[in-house]
């Protein structure tokens, strides 16, 4: 199931003054086997393929939804029902778009060292309470945790409403902060276009695109930098009036072609770097 609408309790959130907080839903009927949207009483109206949505109406391959200014298309790759219900979740997604997004790739240092050894499953134990101390700050800025990859996570704060001061203000208290599990981290902030998409059974925005696949491609490249916190060119750009950045290592990185420059915050007593990853 997906809402759409301009509540940030949606599914999928539009914000604009055409859309209604709550303005439909996108479901799947198991007595017709078929994905179907509802108007939820709207304004402004849904349309599906140009035609008004009524109470309800079923969903096609590719079926183009607008809802106020925004077009969306609904792409599913089954026609039914699967057994597997979680499998169908998976294939049908709205097709993504493109927007300009802040990046943030957070991982615990030396986990394979720590598990080995730590009892088991006390990493698991620390890096979850490191997540929930993670928390508060990301919120505070709008931050939003997309994913858990591994030992960390993968947060996001988007440009609509984004407030630069708070934004720095979070990464500040990210590289002061006293991790009360014992474990220490490092958090790769990148920025740039990425492609979203939602996966309408799982509720859970999906980001895809060259932008994210760098800043993953990046954490091997910058595993050794002097600081928690390491910043692209492109967040160093946007960020270097509000927060003091300092040339830190000049790196390639695996499927991107060049050498990248990386930054740290200012003050760190270390040598600039010029290495290729191995």
């Known amino acids: 199931m997906c809402k759409i609408g301009r509540s940030r309790n949606c599914t999928l959130t539009i914000d604009e003054n055409l859309v209604s907080r709550e303005h ?6 198991a007595t017709t086997n078929r994905w179907c949207i509802s108007d939820l009483g709207s304004k402004n109206g849904t349309y599906v ?8 109406m079923a969903l096609g391959n ?10 969306l298309e609904f792409i599913s790759t089954v026609n039914s029902e699967p057994a597997d219900e979680a499998t169908n979740m998976t294939h049908t997604i709205f097709d993504s778009r493109s927007e300009k997004m802040w990046l ?8 394979t060292k720590l598990m080995q050894i730590l009892p088991p499953g006390e990493l ?13 700050v990301l919120m505070r800025s709008d ?7 591994g030992d960390g996570f993968v947060a996001f704060w988007r440009e609509r409403g984004f407030d630069i001061s708070e934004f720095s203000k979070s990464l500040l208290d990210f590289e002061a902060m006293e991790v ?6 490092r958090m790769i902030v990148h920025y740039g276009e990425v492609m979203t998409g939602i996966g309408v059974s799982s509720s859970l925005e999906k980001l895809t695109g060259p932008t994210l696949n760098f800043m993953f491609k990046c954490e091997k490249a910058v595993r050794d930098a002097p600081r928690r916190l390491v910043f692209s060119e492109a967040a160093e750009s946007q960020l270097k009036a509000n927060i003091p950045l300092e040339r830190s290592i000049t790196c390639s990185v695996t499927g991107f072609d060049g050498e990248y420059i990386f930054y740290t915050l200012a ?7 010029v290495f290729s990853e191995a």
């Open 24 to 29: 439909a839903i996108i479901f799947f009927d």
């Open 49 to 56: 393929d140009g035609r008004r949505v009524g109470q309800v």
């Open 62 to 71: 590719r079926a183009q939804i607008k809802v106020g200014h925004a077009d």
């Open 104 to 111: 943030l790739l957070a991982d615990i240092r030396n986990s």
């Open 124 to 136: 698991q134990m620390k890096v979850h309470k490191w997540i929930d101390q993670c928390k508060p």
């Open 143 to 149: 931050g939003q945790i997309n994913e858990y990859v």
């Open 180 to 185: 009360k599990s014992g474990v220490d981290f």
């Open 267 to 273: 003050g760190a007593d270390v040598d600039q770097r």
